[in-house]
């Protein structure tokens, strides 16, 4: 008689210089996530090797991190961390912790054709907001601050999807025909439009009335 194959271990890289801090997201995390397998890394060297090794689902990162040991923690080497990880790896979860979110800005692009979850989670708020934007991104959600989002700037495809859904009526697979996409395409592209329109999982709401109801507010769609 054949064993049932057991589901295959979640896994999870948190990337930060201070001892103190890595400790206590591991602590959180797994009191939320009993069942994961947690990996570290305190420099951007580091977590790159962590990733082509131990291939994590998700990577919980600081901003300002050190390149290598003994360099110093500049938030530059983060934003370059990012580059190579959503380059290299475009359906990788990813949380970005930080205090100081303006330097993402520049990878606004990035993050767009990002495939996989990207959340920002401010250290200064409260833990629970940290797990909650670690639900999300493992959820594939996108939640980007306020000030990454100047002005509503939506691409064609996004708005194509909110037409096909909202005023033909289509649901994901026919959208993804139409578009000439896979369905994964467009649940990115909703992803992505939640995110400009500020429209997050709420309890006992669901999402895609709610990104409607804000599209049609905006005249996004008739």
């Known amino acids: 008689m054949k064993q049932k194959a057991s589901a295959p271990t979640r896994k999870i890289l948190v990337v930060d210089d201070h001892e103190s801090v890595l400790t206590g997201t591991i602590n959180a995390l797994r009191q939320h996530y009993p069942q994961v397998e947690f990996f570290t890394a305190q420099t951007a060297s580091m977590a790159e090797q962590q990733v082509a ?3 994590p689902e ?11 040991t003994g360099t110093a923690a500049r938030t530059e080497t983060g934003i370059q961390l990012l580059r190579t ?8 979860h990813i949380v970005v912790q930080s205090a100081y979110t303006k330097a993402l800005v520049r990878l606004k692009p990035n993050i767009n ?13 409260p833990l629970q907001e940290m797990l909650t934007k670690v ?8 939640y980007t601050p306020k000030e990454m989002r100047v002005g509503l700037e939506l691409k064609p495809e996004w708005l194509q999807v909110l037409k096909l859904a909202f005023e033909q009526g289509l649901q994901d697979k026919a959208i993804a ?11 990115h592209y909703w992803t992505q439009v939640q ?7 709420e309890a006992g709401k669901n999402i895609r009335i709610q990104t409607e ?5 905006e005249g996004l769609i008739d």
Not at 135 to 142: C, S
Request: charged letters at 25%; glycine letters at 6%; zero cysteines.
């Open 53 to 55: 090794t131990a291939r």
């Open 58 to 68: 998700l990577v919980v990162m600081d901003l300002s991190i050190p390149n290598g």
């Open 85 to 92: 990880l959503m380059q290299q790896y475009p359906n990788l």
């Open 113 to 125: 054709a990002h495939e996989g979850g990207f959340t920002i989670a401010d250290k200064s708020l």
């Open 135 to 142: 639900d999300w991104a493992l959820q594939g959600l996108v």
């Open 177 to 187: 025909e139409q578009m000439n996409v896979s369905e994964r395409t467009v649940r």
């Open 195 to 201: 995110d400009a329109l500020e429209v997050y999982p």
């Open 213 to 217: 109801m804000r599209a049609r507010e």
